[in-house]
């Protein structure tokens, strides 16, 4: 009998692992302190309206509560490289962040589950070298919201 529990134990447990997806591509440098960090609102290739600065804000969270120095510029339109370099410039800060948002979307059915995709780049304010890079696709519960997954998702891209 122990055996059939621990068999359907395993089952579940597979079964429910199976409904929430995360996808994460990464640089092998990992995001680590920098002086200061100019970020920039991402780009949005949605369909959802500001699903860009929506992101931007979350990100900005996460960075704040790991101690980095940001100078916000997420409520501005996103820039071009260039541009957001020249910013950064302005700003005096060591590395700049941009990106882009591809999903942000509640998925069409019974349960109506959230699903995120985001690319986020974080820049060398004088070379413009990449410090680190990381892309991420989640899809989670019909019961959580976007902004819940989507922090989750960013949380485990900036580890």
């Known amino acids: 009998m122990a055996t059939l529990q621990k068999i359907i134990l395993s089952l579940t447990l597979l079964f429910l692992a199976g409904c929430s997806t995360t996808s994460l591509v990464h640089s092998e440098q990992r995001l ?15 369909d959802t309206p500001r699903a860009g600065m929506r992101a931007a804000n979350i990100v900005e969270g996460i960075l704040l509560a790991k101690g980095f120095p940001v100078k916000s510029h997420v409520s501005e339109d996103a820039k071009t490289f260039s541009q957001a370099q020249k910013v950064a410039k302005k700003d005096k800060t060591e590395s700049f962040i941009i990106g882009g948002v591809s999903e942000w979307r509640y998925k069409t059915g019974i349960d109506g589950e959230p699903a995120v995709s985001l690319q986020l780049t974080m820049y060398n304010t004088k070379s413009g070298k990449i410090e680190w890079s990381a892309t991420a696709a989640d899809s989670d519960w019909g019961t959580d919201s976007i902004g819940t997954t989507a922090q989750e998702l960013l949380e485990t891209m900036m580890k």
């Open 32 to 46: 680590g302190k920098t002086a200061s960090v100019s970020l920039f609102q991402l780009k949005n290739y949605t």
